[in-house]
């Protein structure tokens, strides 16, 4: 399973209701219910992911994410978890209310843009930086959003939810193996993984 | 949806099957319907597959739609010129695989394909109900399906299975008997039928009553209104496809020849599918069953009867889990139905999960082998039936 994941898979306890925004092929969500006993669900936009997923045995529905988190009841899920799609959403305060709205605790992963070879390529090159994970052209990336952990540390205070938790972390985007970044990791992760809440 | 059924090309088959019969509400205890009226004897003619294991909870109940009957595969003897009407999804390792799971199908009272129906001698009068045959609702043939099921001594219900017509009683098993479904997979359906659903149905039935033969019913001993049925069919095979299907299907071309014949015989392709499919469907079909049954299916409305108009109320009487499937083309049961269907199920917490399936068949989709919907249900089954044997770890 890809690293971030796998950190996120040992913040949650067992036993655990947990809903995968952009669940992909499921692999978090398999994994979750057969080593943590979760009760598992996700959402996925993609078609053929959704098939893959709901092939597999799990229970998946289609469709956006920011439409489909309205419709759960407050405090449905123990975890709600965003990983590696952040970046993606339009609306980031309003999908993350939501997730807060919808369970006790969110949790978000996204890549870091202030990594120092990104500040490398943009300081040197004078291009708008690709990387291995944000590796699209300006013209043709589904990343709207640049954001850096500093950013997103900024955000929690400036929207109003707490960060109970943050790793960040030098792995690539599918990679198995990484390693927890704890001196400069504004500079030097490549993801930030945050375990939020309410304030109470 | 009889143009789609094929011979297994692996030859994988659930084998010969039988036919069986089941009668129930004999007076003076006959079964009341929906309306108040009364109605017995009830025939169901049904078919099952596969075996009831012992703890009796391997069941699965698939509910046919309008024109379908209780063969949903295999064949009756060897030599069958075609399978049953869902043979590539049901059979030995198939979708829903008949190793596995006990699969019962019946004919929903109202049909002419073996149940009780219009076209059955009615007890007083000694000939074909006709007219006078009661209307029955999707409720009514529910609590039909249900008599069987005590009959065949199953309590629980692994998985109820139904597209179209066969969702709509799906949706109201999953609202009586809340506790008897532990899942649930409807397929391009909707909580009630959309005005433009009522008025295809309407035009179908004025087919029908319009032609002379009809006589008010009163058919069965003279010529039959074969015409008005077949336009009827015409309109529902229209309402089935898409225009994208038609498209790649006919286009515009011609039916055996060059040019244009400049009269009124068949032209185009589309022209001569449509006859060919009236003229096939009423060789089976009885046009008294045409019209009670879409009538049924009309009249539906789970939100009314079961949530005071809401849907979420109307689903907070259900405890299954949800497969719910749409498909791309369907402009009969448009996947806006089926996603407010999702949508309630949700508001409840129910464990639901939905595909909008990329089809260009329209709503026949749901009949044409597919390796993605067979993936999905097989998934699903194998997940619920697992479920059942330990505790879940789904949502």
Same mark, same amino acid.
């Given at each position: 399973?890809?690293?971030?994941?796998?950190?996120?898979?040992?913040?949650?306890?067992?036993?655990?209701?947990?809903?995968?925004?952009?669940?992909?092929?499921?692999?978090?969500?398999?994994?979750?219910?057969?080593?943590?006993?979760?009760?598992?669900?996700?959402?996925?936009?993609?078609?053929?992911?959704?098939?893959?997923?709901?092939?597999?045995?799990?229970?998946?529905?289609?469709?956006? =994410?920011?439409?489909?988190?309205?419709?759960?009841?407050?405090?449905?899920?123990?975890?709600?978890?965003?990983?590696?799609?952040?970046?993606?959403?339009?609306?980031?305060?309003?999908?993350?209310?939501?997730?807060?709205?919808?369970?006790?605790?969110?949790?978000?992963? $996204?890549?870091?843009?202030?990594?120092?070879?990104?500040?490398?390529?943009?300081?040197?090159?004078? $291009?708008?930086?690709?990387?291995?994970?944000?590796?699209?052209?300006?013209?043709?990336?589904?990343?709207?959003?640049?954001?850096?952990?500093?950013?997103?540390?900024?955000?929690?205070?400036?929207?109003?939810?707490?960060?109970?938790?943050?790793?960040?972390?030098?792995?690539?985007?599918?990679?198995?193996?990484?390693?927890?970044?704890? =001196?400069?990791?504004?500079?030097?992760?490549?993801?930030?993984?945050?375990?939020?809440?309410?304030?109470? | 949806?009889?143009?789609?059924?094929?011979?297994?090309?692996?030859?994988?088959?659930?084998?010969?099957?039988?036919?069986?019969?089941?009668?129930?509400?004999?007076?003076?205890?006959?079964?009341?319907?929906?309306?108040?009226?009364?109605?017995?004897?009830?025939?169901?003619?049904?078919?099952?597959?596969?075996?009831?294991?012992?703890?009796?909870?391997?069941?699965?109940?698939?509910?046919?739609?309008?024109?379908?009957?209780?063969?949903?595969?295999?064949?009756?003897?060897?030599? %069958?010129?075609?399978?049953?009407?869902?043979?590539?999804?049901?059979?030995?390792?198939?979708?829903?695989?008949?190793?596995?799971?006990?699969?019962?199908?019946?004919?929903?009272?109202?049909?002419?394909?073996?149940?009780?129906?219009?076209?059955?001698?009615?007890?007083?009068?000694?000939?074909?109900?006709?007219? %006078?045959?009661?209307?029955?609702?999707?409720?009514?043939?529910?609590?039909?399906?249900?008599?069987?099921?005590?009959?065949?001594?199953?309590?629980?219900?692994?998985?109820?299975?139904?597209?179209?017509?066969?969702?709509?009683?799906?949706?109201?098993?999953?609202?009586?008997?809340?506790?008897?479904?532990?899942?649930?997979?409807?397929?391009?359906?909707?909580?009630?039928?959309?005005?433009?659903?009522?008025?295809?149905?309407?035009?179908?039935?004025?087919?029908?009553?319009?032609?002379?033969?009809?006589?008010?019913?009163?058919?069965?001993?003279?010529?039959?209104?074969?015409?008005?049925?077949?336009?009827?069919?015409?309109?529902?095979?229209?309402?089935?496809?898409?225009?994208?299907?038609?498209?790649?299907?006919?286009?515009?071309?011609?039916?055996?020849?060059?040019?244009?014949?400049?009269?009124?015989?068949?032209?185009?392709?589309?022209?001569?599918?449509?006859?060919?499919?009236?003229?096939?469907?009423?060789?089976?079909? %009885?046009?008294?069953?045409?019209?009670?049954?879409?009538?049924?299916?009309?009249?539906?409305?789970?939100?009314?009867?079961?949530?005071?108009?809401?849907?979420?109320?109307?689903?907070?009487?259900?405890?299954?889990?949800?497969?719910?499937?749409?498909?791309?083309?369907?402009?009969?049961?448009?996947?806006?139905?089926?996603?407010?269907?999702?949508?309630?199920?949700?508001?409840?917490?129910?464990?639901?999960?939905?595909?909008?399936?990329?089809?260009?068949?329209?709503?026949?989709?749901?009949?044409?082998?597919?390796?993605?919907?067979?993936?999905?249900?097989?998934?699903?089954?194998?997940?619920?039936?697992?479920?059942?044997?330990?505790?879940?770890?789904?949502?």
């Amino acid at each position: 399973m890809r690293y971030d994941l796998q950190i996120i898979a040992s913040w949650i306890e067992s036993g655990a209701r947990v809903l995968d925004l952009g669940c992909g092929e499921g692999e978090l969500l398999r994994y979750l219910i057969h080593h943590r006993q979760a009760y598992g669900s996700g959402i996925e936009h993609n078609e053929a992911k959704v098939a893959e997923c709901i092939g597999k045995g799990l229970s998946v529905l289609q469709g956006d =994410i920011n439409e489909e988190v309205l419709d759960y009841p407050d405090n449905a899920f123990d975890y709600v978890i965003l990983s590696q799609t952040l970046q993606q959403v339009y609306e980031p305060a309003a999908l993350i209310r939501s997730m807060l709205r919808i369970g006790k605790k969110g949790i978000v992963s $996204f890549p870091n843009f202030s990594h120092w070879g990104i500040r490398m390529q943009l300081l040197f090159s004078g $291009f708008a930086p690709v990387s291995k994970q944000l590796p699209h052209q300006w013209y043709d990336t589904p990343n709207i959003r640049v954001i850096t952990i500093k950013d997103f540390r900024k955000f929690t205070r400036e929207i109003g939810f707490k960060i109970l938790k943050e790793v960040a972390i030098d792995t690539h985007s599918e990679d198995r193996y990484g390693k927890v970044i704890k =001196i400069f990791p504004n500079l030097r992760a490549t993801y930030g993984i945050f375990l939020i809440g309410n304030h109470v | 949806m009889s143009e789609y059924i094929e011979h297994d090309k692996d030859k994988i088959s659930v084998g010969i099957v039988e036919k069986k019969f089941f009668t129930f509400a004999e007076p003076p205890d006959e079964m009341t319907l929906e309306s108040g009226a009364k109605l017995g004897p009830v025939t169901i003619a049904y078919e099952t597959y596969g075996t009831l294991n012992s703890d009796r909870t391997n069941a699965i109940l698939i509910l046919h739609a309008l024109s379908g009957d209780s063969h949903v595969a295999g064949y009756y003897k060897p030599g %069958d010129e075609k399978p049953g009407w869902w043979d590539n999804m049901v059979g030995p390792g198939k979708g829903i695989d008949t190793h596995k799971y006990f699969v019962v199908c019946s004919n929903i009272i109202g049909s002419c394909m073996g149940s009780t129906g219009p076209c059955t001698l009615n007890p007083k009068t000694v000939l074909p109900y006709a007219l %006078d045959f009661p209307v029955v609702t999707i409720g009514d043939m529910v609590n039909a399906q249900k008599a069987l099921m005590d009959h065949l001594g199953i309590k629980r219900i692994l998985a109820a299975i139904g597209g179209s017509i066969g969702g709509m009683q799906l949706l109201e098993w999953c609202v009586r008997y809340p506790e008897m479904v532990v899942s649930a997979i409807p397929l391009a359906t909707t909580t009630k039928h959309s005005a433009l659903a009522i008025a295809f149905n309407e035009v179908a039935r004025q087919a029908i009553m319009a032609d002379p033969n009809w006589n008010k019913g009163n058919y069965y001993f003279g010529p039959k209104p074969d015409l008005g049925l077949a336009v009827a069919r015409m309109i529902g095979h229209i309402t089935y496809l898409s225009d994208e299907s038609m498209r790649l299907k006919f286009g515009r071309r011609l039916q055996d020849k060059n040019d244009f014949s400049f009269n009124f015989d068949v032209d185009f392709q589309v022209e001569s599918y449509l006859r060919y499919q009236g003229a096939k469907f009423v060789e089976r079909f %009885d046009a008294n069953s045409f019209l009670y049954i879409t009538k049924a299916a009309d009249y539906y409305d789970m939100e009314k009867l079961h949530g005071n108009e809401s849907a979420v109320k109307a689903f907070s009487k259900t405890a299954a889990k949800f497969l719910v499937v749409s498909f791309t083309s369907d402009w009969l049961y448009p996947t806006y139905q089926s996603r407010a269907m999702v949508k309630a199920m949700k508001k409840n917490g129910l464990d639901v999960s939905f595909c909008e399936i990329e089809a260009e068949w329209g709503h026949d989709a749901f009949l044409i082998p597919n390796q993605r919907l067979t993936s999905l249900i097989r998934g699903f089954l194998e997940r619920v039936y697992k479920e059942t044997q330990q505790p879940p770890h789904a949502i």
